[in-house]
Structures are given as C-alpha cells and as structure tokens.
C-alpha cells in the first residue's frame, strides 16, 4: 500500500462547477499538507499550504485536513478552463528531513 | 519569488553516456531535492542536501549522484545514462524558517530520453 493514495482521473467537468480533489495517507505522523497544481510540461507550482488540521482558502480554493480520518481535499469552485491540470497532494513529518510525500496525481480537465 | 532554474528543458543522450543536470536557486535555500516523475508513479526523489557538500539518499538512488559545491546549486549526475532513466526530472528547494518549513519551489524540469 502506498503512503499516499490519490485517484488519478482523468475527472471530467463543466466550467462553473466545483471540484473535489482527495488524497487519503496512512503515515499519522504528517503534520505539513499541500496541494500543487502542475501544467503540462511545467514543473509542479504550490497552490496550498496547511499545518495539521483544518481549512484554509485562498480565492476560489479551499483545503481541508482531517488528521483523525487520515484524508485530505482540495475545493476548486466557479472552475475554469484555465483549471486544467494535474493536481497533486503533497505531505510531510516535521523535520522529516525535509521530504515530501508526493500523491500520484489527479488530472483534471475544465471544459467550456 | 524564488526562482529555480533547470539548465535544460529538453536533453537526448546515448545510453552509457555522462550526463549532468544542473539547478540553481536564487533565495539562498539550505535544502534542495532532485525528483524524476513518471506517468503512474508519481514524483520519486533521488537525492537531496541540507547544506552545501552534504547529501543524502532518497528512495530512488541507484544509478545517479549528485553534488552541492555552492548553496545555490544542485547537480544531478547520471553516472552512466540507461534508456530506464528516460523521465522527466524535477529540481526542488525548500524553505525553513526558525524549525517550519514551507512548500518547495520547483524548476520547469529537464525532459530527458536515452537512447
């Protein structure tokens, strides 16, 4: 099993609507969650950043932690086009050495 | 904003060849990470540095080193080039500040074929 489980996609929508995104880890230890969103051919870019558990929004983005059910999630909502792309979660210990756990990836494609 | 550089977007080499990728950082990072990501298994990382000459094994080490003669840059040596190294990879630093660390910051990426 791996430490990080992301459903891959690819997850389909209509421009306007909102989007869900999950990621579940079974490693109790993480404490630091992000969310990067990745373009085709770019390198990955951060878009969310959360301590231990709770919500943060920034814009039309909102994450959410639940250190008690081992599972986070991403809210996109009004989505656009300009959304498509592949979403990947991302976590880590503190002082785990610094490393991130990256998810596999959810491919997301906003259609007009 | 931090900036990463990867010298190269896209890089074809022959199989046994030496090949070297280089990163470099503009926000004086102690930490810096070399990734490689493939269709299905995600961001694997290879090595990665604390601090300039120091390194450590990531999950993936086999067939690469690396080295960290500045604190701005991070290079990725593949010792002798195998078609299973074709990927795409990714440079990476990572912010601490007082014990809390931040996202990373990643380069464009490097899309290396062996051939």
């Known amino acids: 099993q791996k430490e990080v489980e992301q459903d891959p996609g690819p997850l389909s929508v209509p421009e306007g609507a909102i989007v869900s995104l999950n990621c579940t880890y079974s490693n109790s230890a993480f404490q630091y969650f992000m969310w990067y969103r990745q373009y085709s051919r770019k390198g990955p870019e951060l878009l969310m950043y959360t301590y231990s558990s709770g919500n943060k929004e920034d814009g039309r983005f909102t994450a959410q932690v639940d250190k008690s059910s081992k599972y986070i999630s991403l809210f996109i909502r009004d989505s656009q086009p300009s959304d498509s792309a592949t979403y990947l979660c991302?976590?880590?210990?503190?002082?785990?050495?610094?490393?991130?756990?990256f998810g596999t990836g959810t491919q997301l494609k906003v259609e007009l | 904003d931090v900036k990463v550089t990867q010298s190269s977007r896209y890089l074809v080499k022959r199989t046994g060849e030496k090949v070297f990728l280089e990163c470099v950082q503009d926000?004086?990072?102690?930490?810096m990470f070399w990734y490689r990501q493939d269709p299905g298994l995600g961001l694997r990382l290879i090595y990665f540095s604390y601090d300039v000459k120091m390194k450590e094994k990531g999950d993936i080490p086999e067939g690469y080193s690396v080295s960290r003669e500045k604190k701005e840059r991070f290079s990725l040596i593949l010792e002798s080039a195998s078609t299973n190294q074709t990927s795409m990879y990714l440079c990476a630093s990572r912010l601490t500040v007082g014990g809390i660390m931040y996202g990373y910051t990643f380069g464009s990426g490097t899309r290396l074929t062996v051939v």
């Open positions: 926000m004086d990072h102690e930490n």
């Open positions: 991302a976590m880590s210990e503190p002082g785990g050495g610094n490393k991130l756990t």
